[in-house]
């Protein structure tokens, strides 16, 4: 099985595709794409080219977007939000089960771990620290895909 996760900021997205299992993960690739400074409508069909050569390159099983709801802005919106609505839209038209993760559902125990465990030294330990861009949002992103892992 192949999960790519996403997570979308104001000025960037994080993707992070894994195969395998929870238990043997494989990290299949991670970019960090910068949103160029364009009208709405660009920023748009860029989401959507970028979304459409990701599928087609990487053929998931499944895509998960982290969904959080603070900070809203018309900014937020226009980069997050619409960015959330043209990654759904790309994943029905080619059949791919698209879930959003709410970022309070990616605990330790859903790695079979202690409560208190320190998840970014877990992701660490998991995928073996490829190198950059390999920070605290990647490794988040890196987990949310983790966890969808059979």
């Known amino acids: 099985m192949k999960v790519i996760a996403f997570t979308f900021t104001t000025s960037a997205i994080y993707v992070c595709g894994l195969s395998g299992t929870k238990n043997e993960p494989e990290l299949v690739f991670k970019h960090k794409l910068s949103i160029p400074v364009y009208s709405t409508p660009e920023t748009v069909e860029w989401f959507e080219t970028e979304f459409k050569l990701i599928m087609n390159r990487e053929k998931p099983d ?43 559902s990616v605990v330790a125990s859903k790695f079979g771990l202690p409560k208190n465990a320190d998840l970014q030294a877990y992701i660490d330990d998991r995928l073996g620290s490829p190198g950059n861009p390999w920070d605290v949002k990647m490794k988040d992103t890196a987990l949310m895909a983790l966890n969808r892992l059979p």
């Open 62 to 104: 499944l895509a998960t977007y982290r969904l959080t709801m603070t900070n809203v802005n018309h900014n937020y919106i226009g980069k997050v939000y619409y960015a959330q609505a043209i990654l759904n839209l790309i994943c029905a038209k080619d059949n791919i089960t698209v879930e959003h993760t709410s970022p309070t």
